[in-house]
DNA sequence: ATGGTTTTTACTGCGTC
DNA sequence: GACGCGGTAAAAACCAT
C-alpha cells in the first residue's frame, strides 16, 4: 500500500476553521497502485476500489471534517453539530475540580505568600462553584428519576422537558430544603403532564414514583402554589382514550363516554367531583349504553377509583344526558 | 384547627348464572 | 355458591377558611 492509504486525523484537524486545506482534486481521478486500473468511489461502504483488481484504496478515507465553514466562533458554535445536545434534561456533566487546602505546590514546596493568597482566592470562587455542582448534582438525580417515571407512564418528550423546566424553577427558588428530591421530582412531573394534557391520575404517578402518595401530593400542592403554576383542572375527558384501551374497548364506548362527560358538564354536575372518578363512571355509563359491558370492579381496577364512587358518578352521568335530551 | 364536601372502606341484601 | 350490582354508614381524605 502507498503512503496515502493510511491516515490519521488528530482531533485538532477536525477543529480547524481554515477549510480550505481539504484538497478536492484528484478525487475522481485515482489510479490503482498495483494495477494501474481506475479507481471509483463506494459511497455505500466508505472505499474506494479499484475496478481492475478490487484492492480497496483508502485514499481519502471518510472523515474530511466539517462540511460547513465558519468564519469566526460564534459562527462556529453555531453550526458546529458536534457535543452534547443542549437540553434540559442535561445537567453540567459532572466536572469539578478540587484545590487542596495545604499551600504547597506540586513539588512540596510552600508557597510564597502572594501565592497563596492567590490560591485562596482560587479556593473561595471554586467553592462557589462546586456549591453550584451541588446543586447539579442534585439536578441529575433528580432528571433521571424524571425519566424513568415518565417512560414507565409511557409520557412523550415534551412532558420530560416541561418537567425538567419545573425541577430546574423548584431548585433555583430554594424550595428544595426539607424536601425530598423524589417528591418535587414527581411533582413536577404530574404537574407537566397535566399542564400538556396528557394527564396521569395521582394513582398512576404514585404507583412509579419512589415516594408514597401522601407526600408526593403534599410537594406537589406546595410546588405548585410557590412556583405560582397554572394547572387548569384536569379534563376527565382526557383519561377516556387511556382506560378505554386498557379495557380493550372500541372507540364507540369512547365516543359516548366523551358525550356523556360533555352532557353532565353542561349540567354542571361535575364541579368539584374528580376528573378520574368522573372518567372512570363515564366508561362504565358508556359500555352499558353500547353492549360492551365491562364491571364496575374492571373499571375500577385499571383507573384506581372506587366501585363505590363509580355508581354514583355514573347514575348522575346518566341523569344528566337524559335532562338534555 | 374546623367544617363541609367528596371518596373510600367495609358490609349487606338481592338477583343471576 | 360465586359474581355483579346497588345501597348504606362510618372513616378518611381533601379543601378553603
Known amino acids: 500500500m502507498s503512503d496515502s492509504t493510511i491516515r490519521t486525523y488528530s482531533s485538532d484537524q477536525r477543529q480547524t ?18 494495477c494501474g486500473g481506475q479507481v471509483v468511489d463506494d459511497e455505500e461502504h466508505g472505499e474506494s476500489v479499484c475496478v481492475e483488481c478490487g484492492l480497496v484504496v483508502e485514499e481519502e478515507g471518510i472523515d474530511r471534517g466539517p462540511e460547513w465553514r465558519a468564519f469566526d466562533s460564534a459562527e462556529k458554535d453555531q453550526k458546529s453539530r458536534v457535543g452534547a445536545p443542549t437540553t434540559n434534561m442535561m445537567h453540567d456533566k459532572g466536572l469539578s475540580t478540587n484545590i487542596g487546602w495545604q499551600d504547597k505546590d506540586a513539588y512540596g514546596n510552600s508557597l510564597s505568600s502572594n501565592q497563596r493568597q492567590k490560591m485562596q482566592r482560587l ?21 433521571g428519576e424524571i425519566e424513568r417515571m415518565a ?12 418537567a425538567s423546566v419545573i425541577y430546574r424553577r423548584a431548585l433555583g427558588e430554594d424550595l428544595l430544603p426539607g424536601r425530598s428530591i423524589e417528591g418535587v421530582a414527581t411533582a413536577a412531573l404530574y404537574a407537566s403532564a397535566r399542564q400538556l394534557n396528557t394527564p396521569r391520575s395521582i394513582d398512576e404517578v404514585a404507583n412509579v414514583s419512589r415516594i408514597d402518595a401522601m407526600e408526593f401530593k403534599r410537594t406537589y400542592r406546595y410546588i405548585v402554589r410557590e ?55 363515564a366508561i ?30 355514573y347514575q348522575e352521568l346518566l341523569e344528566a344526558t337524559e335532562a338534555a335530551a
Request: charged fraction near 30%; hydrophobic fraction near 30%.
Open 227 to 281: 412556583l405560582n403554576l397554572e394547572v387548569a383542572p384536569a379534563d376527565p375527558a382526557q383519561y377516556v382514550p387511556r382506560f378505554a384501551s386498557e379495557l380493550d374497548l372500541p372507540d364507540e364506548v369512547e365516543r359516548r363516554s366523551r358525550e356523556l362527560l360533555e352532557n353532565a358538564q353542561k349540567d354542571g354536575v361535575t364541579s368539584g367531583k374528580s376528573p378520574v372518578g368522573l372518567a372512570a363512571a
Open 123 to 143: 479556593r473561595k470562587w471554586n467553592e462557589r462553584f462546586r456549591t453550584r455542582n451541588s446543586k447539579e448534582r442534585n439536578l441529575k438525580q433528580a432528571l
Open 151 to 162: 417512560s414507565a407512564l409511557g409520557l412523550p418528550k415534551e412532558v420530560r422537558e416541561t
Open 17 to 34: 476553521e481554515d477549510e480550505s486545506t481539504v484538497s478536492t482534486t484528484d478525487e475522481d481521478v485515482l489510479t490503482c497502485p498495483e
Open 284 to 313: 362504565y355509563a358508556s359500555s352499558l349504553l353500547t353492549n360492551h359491558k365491562v364491571t364496575q370492579s374492571e373499571v375500577s381496577d385499571v383507573t384506581d377509583v372506587s366501585e363505590v364512587t363509580i355508581r354514583n358518578r
